[in-house]
Each structure stands twice: as structure tokens, then as C-alpha cells.
């Protein structure tokens, strides 16, 4: 269809002659149509059984119906149930169900159409005659790369979000071999986003704990730590004990992590000493040690 979406028939009754629905007797038909299936922007398969039937009787099947929608400056025009017809010659606006989907009206004139506001009589589009046609001007027709081209410049951070957080690299192809407007911005390269790190973790945050220990030695937390360098006593790794009560620590130097357990044991004997009560949970990070 070389002038886009919509030749236009200067009159609905015009297309009646070329067009019957075999159903539909009145003019209130669903009776735009199109044979170009990528004009339409939300679209199903047409269960009707109805066909749309030429001149010459011939009847063509409908295929699909769904909506597009024309851009024009002011405002988007809507054209709502469009059939799908992949045999029709022309693409056919029926004036009527435009006019009332958009709260338009069209003049006609022998060179000229217009469409316009029925409230404010504002023209918002204005096209020319070909044989006997008004074809909509190819600027404002519906395109196959609907909802792809916007005002605004999507962010990169956008793209991210939409084509379902892919790494940067692969946002920067999608953008340029499909052309898409794209804002490059600094800032927007380097932001976090929040849904990855979420994904990449391993596991959730834990819940801030409310536990609070009530004796010495309810609960004790150890841990080891190294390689460290040498110390003086050529100890590379050190073990400590942290009373949850008192917040008393206990730190002790060791050579290697297997003299963990045997630390361990001293620390207890002291402490169980010292404060005449038995040591009863401890609490590890699970990196092996007690294992
Ligand atoms: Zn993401």
C-alpha cells in the first residue's frame, strides 16, 4: 500500500459499492480494512466467518482484526476493528467509525481532505486527492515499529528494563542495528540496577535479628581469619571467640587453621572456669573450621 494505512474513500457510501459485507447489511460493519497484517497493533484471529465481497462477487476471507492507530502531531488517531484481509487491493478507512472512534470530522474538497477536532474545528491532518481517492499522507501512517519510536529518548537504563536486563554490550547492538532512539547519558551506564544484584545473590538479606542474650556464654560467635603476614610468632591465622552477652573477646594467634578446634577447647575450659556456667550455642559462619 504505497500511501500507508488508509486510502480513503470520500464518502462510506463510496465503499459500499466497492464492498459488501456479507453480514452486515447496515453501515455500522466493522469495515476498516487492511491487507497488510503488520499495520495492526493489537490484533487476534478473526472468528466471524464473515467475508468481505468485491464488486465482481468474489468473496476475500478476513484473516485477523485488531487496532491501529495513525501518529499525527496533535494527537494519535485510532482505527478500531480493522479486518485483516490479506487479498484486499487497498487498504479502506470506513469515514464513519473513524470519525466516531476520534471525535473527528473530514471536509472534502475536489484536490483537498482535512480531518479535524469536531470540538474545536482545529485541523490536525490534511492530505490530497489521487484518482479519486484521499490517501492518508505516508508521514502519519501506521508503522510496523509501533511503540519503538517515542518523544522522549528511552534511557539505556530503560532499554535494560525492557528487553529484560541484558548487560550493557548487548543493549548497545539491540540500539544500533535496530536503530532505536537512546538516550546516552553518562550517569545512566553507571547506575546499579537493583533487580540484577537482587538476582545475582544467593541468597536474601537476613532478617535483622532480635535475639539478645540474657547470660555470659548463652551464645558465643568465632571465627577465623587469614592468611594474614607473619606475625612475630610466625602465626598467619587467628581465631576469636566474642561473647554475645558481655561482648567480651577472646583472640588466639594460630600457625595453621587445624589447631582451630584444639584452641577452641582451651578457650572453653577457661571460660567455663571463669564464669562457672557451660557455653551453650556457638555461632560460625560455616567456613569450615569445626567441620
Ligand atoms: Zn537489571
Known amino acids: 500500500m504505497p500511501a500507508g494505512i488508509a486510502s480513503m474513500r470520500s464518502m462510506y457510501q463510496k465503499n459500499v459499492k466497492l ?89 472534502f474538497l475536489p484536490s483537498h481532505f482535512f480531518v479535524k477536532v469536531q470540538e474545536t ?78 538476582a545475582k545473590s544467593h541468597q536474601l538479606p537476613y532478617p535483622k535479628s532480635s535475639s539478645v542474650s540474657s547470660v555470659p556464654l548463652e551464645l558465643v560467635f568465632s571465627d577465623v581469619w587469614g592468611p594474614a603476614p607473619d606475625s612475630v610468632g610466625r602465626k598467619k591465622y587467628y581465631v576469636s571467640f566474642i561473647d554475645d552477652f558481655s561482648k567480651f573477646t577472646w583472640l588466639y594467634l594460630i600457625k595453621h587453621k587445624s589447631e582451630v578446634f584444639q584452641k577452641f577447647q582451651e578457650f572453653q575450659t577457661l571460660v567455663e572456669h571463669t564464669f562457672d556456667r557451660k557455653i551453650i550455642a556457638m555461632q560460625t559462619d560455616w567456613g569450615g573450621e569445626y567441620e
Open 121 to 198: 474545528k482545529k485541523t490536525i491532518l490534511k492530505g490530497g486527492c489521487q484518482g479519486g481517492l484521499y490517501p492518508f499522507p505516508s508521514s502519519v501512517s501506521a508503522s510496523s515499529r509501533k511503540y519503538v519510536y517515542s518523544a522522549i529518548r528511552p534511557s539505556v537504563e530503560r532499554w535494560h528494563h525492557r528487553l529484560g536486563h541484558p548487560s550493557i554490550s548487548v543493549i548497545r547492538q539491540v540500539v544500533s542495528s535496530n536503530n532505536l532512539p537512546c538516550e546516552s547519558n553518562k550517569s545512566s551506564l553507571e547506575s546499579v540496577c537493583d533487580a540484577c544484584q537482587q
Open 19 to 107: 464492498l459488501r459485507c456479507t453480514l452486515s447489511t447496515t453501515i455500522g460493519a466493522t469495515d476498516h480494512i487492511t491487507s497488510e497484517l503488520n499495520k495492526l497493533s493489537m490484533r487476534g484471529k478473526y472468528n466471524g466467518g464473515d467475508q468481505i465481497h468485491t464488486a465482481s462477487g468474489s468473496g476475500m476471507d478476513i484473516s485477523y482484526i485488531g487496532q491501529s492507530v495513525l501518529h499525527t502531531p496533535d494527537r494519535n488517531l485510532l482505527l478500531n476493528n480493522v479486518l485483516h484481509v490479506p487479498q484486499a487491493k487497498r487498504n479502506l478507512v470506513s469515514v464513519h467509525h473513524f470519525t466516531t472512534d476520534n471525535n473527528a470530522y473530514l471536509e
